[in-house]
């Protein structure tokens, strides 16, 4: 069974600073996606960024990008120029090519600070 | 196009009773699945279905039943509520044959046991 660790319970970054957001996963399968999904207070849970295991470059969006490490099983997320809006819950998320099940990590919360 | 509707946003129920969750998507999923949201743990599979009248059970699946009689709608059901299953309830779809871009989720479910 696949498992996501995410060792980062909370974060804080001032506004316009750079933050990194860590995730670990476990799994014997070699095709995969890993995914970032932010939770807001509103609650709702909305795909960031997402990344295929068999590709090589980095994924990026805008002011979030990823460091996707397959051999250490590492999907670090960056984001950029930290704005207010930005403060949320992250979960790192990993789906294999042959189940459509998905598996998160316990989260991170991240505080932007003025 | 509403994606996906989660009713009711939030419950509170007494030990003992019983009440479904309500989960409908238009967009035409294959797939549906029901997650629970814990402090620290992240979201843990329930159940899910990978289509009308096929569904299977997730990593928590005790004290929940799901049925799956059309693409639309998978409720969950609770058999006799207890205060362990307190949590954020989320439904999600995505469609097979688009694995790589993630689930699409609702907008979450508060439930209270007391």
């Known amino acids: 069974a696949q498992t996501v660790t995410q060792s980062q319970p909370e974060m804080s970054v001032q506004e316009a600073e750079t933050v990194t957001l860590s995730c670990t996963y476990d799994t014997s399968e070699n095709n995969y996606y890993l995914f970032w999904y932010k939770q807001p207070p509103s609650r709702q849970m909305i795909l960031v960024i997402r990344q295929e295991a068999y590709k090589q470059q980095n994924a990026t969006e805008n002011r979030f990008s990823v460091n996707f490490q397959k051999a250490a099983k590492s999907f670090s997320l960056k984001i950029s120029d930290s704005q207010l809006g930005d403060t949320a819950m992250y979960f790192c998320?990993?789906?294999?090519?042959?189940?459509?099940?998905?598996?998160f990590g316990a989260g991170t919360r991240l505080t932007v600070k003025p | 196009n509403a994606g996906v509707t989660q009713t009711p946003k939030f419950q509170v129920l007494k030990t003992g009773q019983s009440m479904t969750l309500q989960c409908a998507q238009d967009?035409?999923?294959?797939?549906m699945s029901w997650y629970r949201q814990d402090p620290g743990m992240g979201l843990r599979l329930i159940h899910y279905s990978v289509g009308a009248g096929i569904t299977d059970q997730g990593e928590v699946p005790n004290g929940y039943n799901v049925s799956r009689s059309t693409t639309e709608d998978f409720p969950l059901r609770l058999l006799s509520a207890a205060p362990s299953q307190t949590s954020v309830y989320f439904c999600?779809?995505?469609?097979?044959?688009?694995?790589?871009?993630?689930?699409?989720f609702g907008s979450g479910t508060r439930l209270t046991v007391v």
């Open positions: 967009m035409n999923h294959e797939y």
């Open positions: 999600a779809s995505s469609s097979l044959s688009r694995v790589g871009h993630g689930y699409t």
């Open positions: 998320a990993f789906r294999a090519y042959n189940n459509n099940d998905m598996r």
